[in-house]
């Protein structure tokens, strides 16, 4: 894309007045040391917008998880920064960084991650519970309705099909209203019209209650959902499609040799 195309596809998602949700600014994360050293993330500057849905993508080993488990507090950076909101995380210690992540942060991973002895209900309201937050009715009732699982509540999660546990997940994600939910690969165990009708959750939820998402994913299907495609590669920036579709996104990977 040259810089006047990107210039026009930021202007036309309004993507250059958008707030930004998490920030990270050179961050460099490097596993191991000496010869065995991986420079899994090598100085990566990058915005997520407020209110928008971001995917990242790019070849096996480029970064994406680490990306997001640093954006997350879930990972420590080398060196850099990684801002959510304006809170620094880099700066925080370890208890105050767990309460970011319990308070401020919803996860939903590829593999639903939800206790088998709690029903879907219990499972929802975990979070809360471990915050000693009451849920705020309406919103529940909301989700659950929007994601429709008012009749899946008192099932325990080996009674639900795996479209219904993700949408447990899901719900749980959204429950607290956190500042950005985090979602890896997570239609990696559906079939494709679970993934569809999930991801099309995702979407709504973005459009209609304003939810910044960022999803790590290898599924160029997946990643039309979004409003914006990051592309990493060698674990730097390597590119970025604003309102991408399944072609574009697997144009720009077949160019980073995917
Ligand atoms: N805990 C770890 N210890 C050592 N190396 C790691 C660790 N986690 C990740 N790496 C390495 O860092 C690099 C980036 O890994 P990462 O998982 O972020 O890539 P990815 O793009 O998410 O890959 P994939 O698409 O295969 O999941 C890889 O070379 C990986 O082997």
Known sequence: MSTEQGLDARRATGAHAARVAARTVELRKVYGRGEAAVHALAGVTLDIHAGRFTAIMGPSGSGKSTLM????????????????GDTDLTALGDRQLTTVRRDRVGFV???????????????????????????????????????????????????????????????????????????????????SRSGNELLGFLRRSVHDYGQT???????????????????????????????????AVLDALRRLGV
């Open 69 to 84: 488990h640093c954006l997350a507090g879930l990972d420590a950076a080398t060196s850099g920064r990684v801002l959510l």
């Open 109 to 191: 991973f590829q593999a639903f991650n939800l206790l088998p002895q709690l029903t879907a209900l219990e499972n929802i309201l975990l979070p809360l519970e471990l915050a000693g937050r009451r849920p705020d009715q309406p919103w529940l009732d909301q989700i659950v309705d929007v994601l429709g699982l008012g009749q899946r509540l008192r099932h325990r999660p080996s009674e639900l099909s795996g479209g219904q546990q993700q949408r447990v997940a899901v719900a749980r994600a959204l429950v607290t209203r956190p500042d950005v939910v985090f979602a890896d690969e997570p239609t990696g165990n559906l079939d």
């Open 213 to 247: 998402i960022v999803m790590v994913t290898h599924d160029p299907v997946a990643a039309s959902y979004a409003d914006r495609v990051v592309l990493l590669a060698d674990g730097a920036l390597a590119g970025e499609i604003f309102r991408p579709t399944p072609d």
